[in-house]
Every structure is written in C-alpha cells, then in structure tokens.
C-alpha cells in the first residue's frame, strides 16, 4: 500500500504541476495533503453514481496539461487539494515525520528540532482538544510515566516518528515533567507575542475582565481584549489569567505590570475597560479600573456588554441582603435547568396561582421559558412569580407522588428555606422597585444603535428620578416595607431582622425595629450605590462616544435633520488622521445620508456602516467608528464572540481538578496560527542547555 501512494502522490504533483510539492517525501504527501473526488475520472470509482470508493489503481488524470496555462493550474490545486489533517490544521506545512534514511542524514541538531516538533505538536493536539496532558497532582516522574502525553508520544513512535523515537531510545527520561512544563510555557508566551501582534497591526482596544475564578486553589481573573479586525469586524480575544491575590494599589500595579511588561499590551492604545465583579471583589475592581483610569485617561471605564445594567448594578454591591438575593437567583437558575419536567412544573405553578389572569399567566411562562434571572428585569419578574415560585418548590420537596429524586428534592428544600426569609423578600422589593428606574434606560444602551443613541439623551432624566428617590426615601422606604411585609403576609412568613443581627442586638439589651434597619442597611445604601455607579460607568467621555453612533446612516436618517454632534467627535481628536479635515468630512457624510439616492440600503448597524465600500473614502469617519466599535458596551455581531463563549465552555465543562491556566489559554486561542519552526527556536533560545 505504501508503494501505491508513493505512485498516486508523484502523479498528483505531476498532473497537477505542484512544483512547490516535489521534493516532499510521499509519506508527508500521503500525511498532510488530500486530493478531492474532482481530480478522477468517473471510471476510477468503485461506485460511479456514489463516486466515494477509489479503484486500487486509481490515479487523478483530470488535468489536462495542454487546456491550462501553470498558473490556473496551481491555482485550482491550491484551492481545492491543499487540506491538512485534523489536528494540524494551524501548522505550518512544511513539517514532514522523517523516515530512517533522512535521520540518518541530519545534523545532531536538526534532529533535535524534529524531536521537538513531535512535542509540540502533541501539546497542541492536547489544548485543542482539552486533555490534560498529566493527572491531577502528577508533580513526580513516575506519574509523569501514564500520564496522556507520554501515552500520545508512545502512539506516535508506534506509527513511525523515528525522529522522537531515536531520541527516545537514546535518554527514555529525555521527555520529562520539567521539559514538558518548559515547552507549554514557550508556547503560551508564542501564543502571547502572536496576539499582541494581532492588537497592535489593528490599532486601538478595550481591556475586559470576567468574573473571578478559582483553579488550582488559587483565584484568578480572567482577561480579554476587544478589538476591530483589518475587515473592520468586531473581534475579542483571550489573553489569559491574572493572579488576583493581594489588596489595593499593590493588587492593581500587579495585573496592570503583567499585561503591560509580561504580555506586552501597549495600554496607551486602550480605550475602555469593562469588569464583571461580584460584591465580595468590588473595591478591588473600583481600585484597578481607578488606576488605569489615572494613568490611561482615554480608558474610560463603561458597562459590559455581556451583562445587563441592573444586573451590573446588584453585581457590585457588598450588602448581605443583595448578595443573598442574587445567590438564590442562581440557584433557581441551576435547579429548574436541570431539567425540562421541573420547568414544566413551575408553568404549572404559574397558571394555578394566575388562574384569574390567563394573559398575565401566559407572559410569566414565556419569561419564565428564556434565562430570565439574566434579564434587565429579573427582580421585577421574580417579585411577580415569587408565590408560585415558593408553591412549585414545596411540592417538589413534598414529592407525593414520588416522580423527583433525593438530590432534586434537596434542592427544593434548599430554595424553599431561602425564600421563606424576611430579608430575601425585602432586599428583592428594594431591588425591583429602584431598579424599574433604571430598566428602560439600561434595555436601551444594550439594544439597536438607535436605542444606544438614544439611550445618551436620557440619562440625565434616569438621574433625577433617582436623586428623587434620594432625597425622599424616609417616603419611597415606607412604601417598600409595606409591599413587603404583604407579601411576606400572605406567604406567612414572619417579618424580622437578619438572625445574626438580632443576635448581636439581644446580647447588647437592644431591640430594633425592622423597618429602620432594612432602611439603614438596605434601601439607602442601595439608592446611593446605583446613583454613584451609573455615574461612574457613564461618564461624560463615555456618553460623548456613545454620541458617536450618529454617524451610523440609520441614526443619521432618524434624526431627520439634525447633523451628526462634532463636539461629540472631537473626542477622538488625537487618534483620527486629519483633524483639520473633520468638519468638512463630517458634514459631507450627513449629506450623503441626509440625501440619500431613494431606493439604496440604509446601514442599520455599525458593522453594517463599516462593512461600506465608500466608506474609506472618509477617512475620519472610518477611524471614528472603529473606535466605537471597541467599546465594551456595544453587543458584539454574532460570531465574534468567540472567545468568551470557548471561555464559558471551559469553564462549566472541565472538572475543577482537572483545570489548568495554561491548558486553558491553549484551548481558548486554538486557532491561532501556530508555526511550528517559530516554536522550536523560541524553545532553543530560552533552554539552549537542553539540547
């Protein structure tokens, strides 16, 4: 068999007239190319219909020598046989697996080259797949011994690697947990250099951070960078993790020193970050994004497109009742999730308890069949179906007629106990109540860029509803501890402090009264938060940016007459190419659109505008939208996501024994092009005494 694929190789190259392919030896031809159906007479097939089973003898004589000039020849081959397999798709493809005869002829380091790309391409096909390479805990040599990597390295000496087989009869310890650790560290800083390339040929960007993580008993944040590619799409890329141990300043100066000096970002290019935080972290957060603001102006700090303004808001408080408000949140989220008939059961609920309000019903169960304790009005829809809720729980936990398991029945009980808790009921009312202020505004800034636009003029009303809130909230608090202590009524359940609180006060003789406490601990801290917060993330830079999205063609058109706001665009001033060309450039891309040809395509979109063909002949223009394009705000088109949703899959599916920093920064960013040559001199450099 051998011998007939070295037959159909050289005749593949001589037909198709691959000159760039004759000197691969024909196991790398068999190895890395492929030829496509098209390349055979029909005669050469088994099945001439199927056209799937070649004939033994079966050669591609298609191309006819005489019809086609060298050019169009290469051309089609390139384009239809050039396929690499599995598993080597991002290698370079130069790198064949020698045969006795050509190691023979190599140089001690030439051998030491194809020994490590045997290695490295191990490593790669372990990230891209998401197999450790060593077992949990496997710190010594002898488990290093069974570990998947040494497994992999046996498979591939078994199929003829002579090269890493030679090396291997040679030192059997040549492959050790050292070299190994060694080499994925090379790679990450390979990887690094190739992405921070990427970022710097495409200009500008924003730095986002997802919530914290532990692996290996250490916690970690996990970060992201935001870009425009070279075809003016949105694209955001992992950049790995950040040790988030330590406190203030200390812990700020250490991850702004790691993407700075050790991943090479140049955070004057930044302009804007993002942050998912959870209350426990969020000074450390406000301390971090402060510093980079001090020391980066034009890195405005703004929401984060992956989580909606009120869940943002509730993410970052530290309150006891708000934290416990949003854990049970999740849990609901995980326990109805886990299966269909327990979400069927909570419709059911739904439609008993609104039996009188059929509509009502039906919108509860359509909500309640989408993520919704994700939504912008989550506690609003959780404040509505809180008493089905608790109904559809204890049912389940009674499981008379036997249909749930131990485990799920746990879990019922476990939601059951937290809703039936005064503080619960009355943090979810505060939260529904201030937050229903915010909702409409928050839906807009996360929806179409007209809403977006939009959303800019309004936030100064936003801003006096809730400073009236503020200035009244002895009034507002009243109000809330009524609407809870009804509900909390009819659930029967009794209206108290927290136990630990009321604890501490019976050991010091004093009593308090709930209302005053929920209102000291609660209902102003939450009011003041959120004002200071929206603030915060919308600052008048970021506003002015936001305001840019007026130059998108559907906005310009729904304006009607008002012109594009230039102040607004002076605030990338410095980063476009001719400032002095602005105003002119601006007002004659109004017209264009103001008086646009009837019958042509409005852009509705930013990616849509940029994806213009005229649009480079307004060179200002162009650079403006890129540079809103990169603001963590803006959702992301479909598919350039990527990133963060390989990210949320590792996480959720990869055991937390088994999960790795490195492993992960290697299966997040698999499609990188890799070079394997690169690779293996990078290696020598940094370890020159290995070889």
């Known amino acids: ?131 450790p390479p060593t077992k949990p805990g496997d710190d010594k040599q002898d488990g290093f011994k069974s570990s998947n990597f040494q497994a992999l390295l046996e498979y591939r000496m078994t199929c003829g690697d002579q090269a890493l087989k030679k ?13 190994l650790n060694q080499m994925i560290e090379v790679f990450e800083k390979h990887i690094h250099s190739k992405l ?28 992201f960078i935001r870009f425009m590619d070279q075809s003016d799409c949105q694209k955001e890329r992992f950049l790995g993790f950040v040790s988030f141990e330590g406190d203030g300043d200390d812990l700020a100066e250490k991850i702004l020193s790691e993407i700075t000096d050790k991943w090479g970002l140049d955070m004057e290019k930044c302009r804007g970050q993002a942050h998912s935080c959870s209350g426990t972290h969020f000074s450390k957060f406000k301390t971090f994004s402060t510093k980079v603001v001090e020391r980066y102006p034009m890195a405005m700090l703004t929401l984060k497109s992956t ?68 939504r912008n009005d989550t506690f609003e829809v959780a404040a509505e179906i809180l008493e089905a809720l608790l109904l559809c729980v204890d049912s389940v936990h009674d499981n008379e007629d036997m ?39 928050g839906k807009n800034v996360q929806g179409t860029v007209i809403d977006t636009h939009f959303a800019t003029t309004s936030l100064k009303a936003v801003l006096h509803s809730l400073q009236e809130v503020s200035d009244n909230i002895d009034v507002y608090h009243e109000f809330w501890t009524d609407e809870a202590v009804n509900l909390a009524t009819a659930m029967e359940i009794p209206v108290k402090v927290p136990r630990s609180v009321l604890r501490k006060h019976q050991s010091q003789s004093g009593i308090i009264r709930p209302e005053i406490y929920y209102k000291d601990h609660l209902s102003v801290p939450v009011v003041n938060h959120i004002i200071k917060e929206i603030n915060n993330l919308f600052s008048e830079n970021h506003l002015r ?56 395509i409005t852009p509705s979109s930013l990616h849509q505008t940029l994806q ?11 650079a403006v939208l890129r540079l809103v394009g990169v ?38 960013n698999y499609d990188i092009g890799y070079d394997l040559d690169a690779l293996v001199e990078d290696y020598i450099k940094t370890y020159p005494d290995r070889l």
């Not at 476990?414 to 505060?430: G, H, K, P, Y």
């Not at 803006?634 to 088994?658: I, S």
């Open 545 to 600: 940016a936001l305001r840019c999205l007026s130059l998108v063609p559907a906005v310009i058109e729904h304006q009607k007459s008002a012109e594009p706001e230039e102040e607004s665009v002076q605030l990338f001033k410095t980063d476009i190419p001719n400032a002095a060309s602005l105003s002119a450039e601006l007002h004659c891309w109004w017209v264009k659109w103001s008086k646009k040809v009837k019958g042509e």
């Open 612 to 622: 213009l063909a005229d649009v480079k002949f307004f060179p200002n223009m162009l």
């Open 1 to 131: 068999m051998l011998h007939l694929f070295s037959n159909m190789s050289k005749t593949w190259i001589e037909k198709c007239q691959r000159q760039d392919l004759q000197d691969k030896p024909p196991d790398q031809l068999f190895r890395c190319y492929r030829i496509c159906g098209k390349h055979f007479e029909a005669t050469s097939f088994q099945n001439d219909v199927e056209r799937s089973v070649l004939k033994e003898d079966a050669i591609p004589t298609i191309f006819d020598a005489q019809s086609q000039t060298q050019n169009e020849k290469v051309k089609r081959c390139k384009e239809t046989d050039e396929t690499e397999v599995k598993g080597r798709k991002k290698i370079k493809k130069s790198q064949p697996e020698m045969s006795k005869e050509d190691i023979q002829s190599l140089s001690e380091e030439d051998e030491y080259k194809e020994y490590l790309k045997s290695l490295f391409e191990v490593i790669i096909l372990l990230g891209e797949q998401n197999i």
């Open 196 to 223: 921070t390339e990427e970022v710097k040929q495409n200009g500008f960007f924003s730095l986002l951070t997802e919530n914290l993580v532990k692996i290996s008993g250490e916690w970690c944040l996990p970060v």
């Open 403 to 441: 249909r749930w398991s131990d485990e799920v029945t746990h879990g019922a009980l476990e939601i059951s106990r937290a809703l039936a808790n005064f503080e619960f009921i009355m943090a979810l009312v505060v939260l529904k109540n201030i937050m229903t202020l915010t909702q409409a505004f």
């Open 307 to 374: 989580c909606t303004l009120n869940a943002s808001l509730a993410n970052g408080m530290a309150l006891s009742g708000v934290q416990l408000v949003l854990s049970i949140l999740k849990k609901i989220d995980s326990f109805f999730s886990q299966s269909s008939l327990l979400q069927l059961e909570l419709e059911h609920a739904i439609s008993i308890f609104f039996a009188d309000r059929e509509g009502k019903a039906k919108e509860l169960r359509e909500i309640c069949q989408t993520s919704w304790t994700g």
């Open 167 to 179: 090396r291997y009869d040679e030192n059997k310890e040549c492959c050790s947990l050292t070299c």
């Open 631 to 668: 603001l963590p705000t803006l959702a992301l088109e479909n598919g350039c996501n990527v990133a963060y949703k390989r990210f949320q899959m590792y996480m959720e599916n990869t055991p937390d024994r088994f999960k790795s920093k490195s492993l992960a920064f290697l299966n997040i």
